[in-house]
């Protein structure tokens, strides 16, 4: 098991962060706007994360055809949990490069579509404050990378838990 969770959750690690990069470079030349970028880097998620299905399914067909819901759900939790760590740690390597700015622009592109949005200014001066504090608590590394795990790590619960749905099977079909 170690062999198969290792190869598919590096390479799924590997695209998802690989699709991140690509998404923000994107995103910061605006290509893609602040609006759809959740949409992308959710989707580039799902694509990355696709290969928990393929892992337990050469898991199942490497070991007599047969798998448990919850040794499926086992071998996709663990190359979920390698995928996240590379995607954040992906992000670590690139946050130096864009962050703050990336950060400036965002806070300003939410701000601007709240006054669109007719907020009043005591809102947009609590958002604004709020903005301010969490881009002062997210130059700390760990809040970082837990807040990176933290966004891909539910996709792959959830394509875990179908994944694991999908491909379990209790006996071997006949050939």
């Known amino acids: 098991m170690t062999k198969i969770v290792l190869i598919f959750g590096l390479i799924s690690g590997v695209i998802a962060g690989g699709l991140m990069w690509i998404l923000m470079g994107t995103v910061n030349t605006g290509s893609i706007d602040f609006d759809n ?6 989707a580039t998620m799902i694509i990355a994360l696709s290969l928990v ?15 448990t819901f919850v040794k499926g759900l086992q071998v996709g939790i663990l190359i979920s949990l390698i995928s996240a760590v590379c995607y954040a740690a992906a992000w670590e390597l690139y946050y130096p490069r864009i962050g703050d700015e990336f950060m400036q622009k965002y806070t300003t592109y939410y701000l601007d579509k709240m006054k669109k949005e007719g907020a ?13 504090q969490f881009m002062e608590m997210y130059k700390s ?15 792959g619960v959830i394509v875990t838990l179908l994944s694991a749905l999908l491909l379990r099977r209790k006996e071997v079909l006949p050939a």
């Open 37 to 42: 970028g959740m949409i992308w880097g959710y």
């Open 120 to 132: 009043s200014d005591a809102e947009i001066e609590k958002a604004r404050t709020e903005s301010e």
């Open 141 to 155: 590394i760990f809040v970082r990378f837990a807040m990176s795990l933290m966004e891909i790590l539910p996709v």
């Open 53 to 67: 299905f393929f892992g337990i399914k050469s898991y199942r067909d490497n070991h007599g055809g047969r798998i």
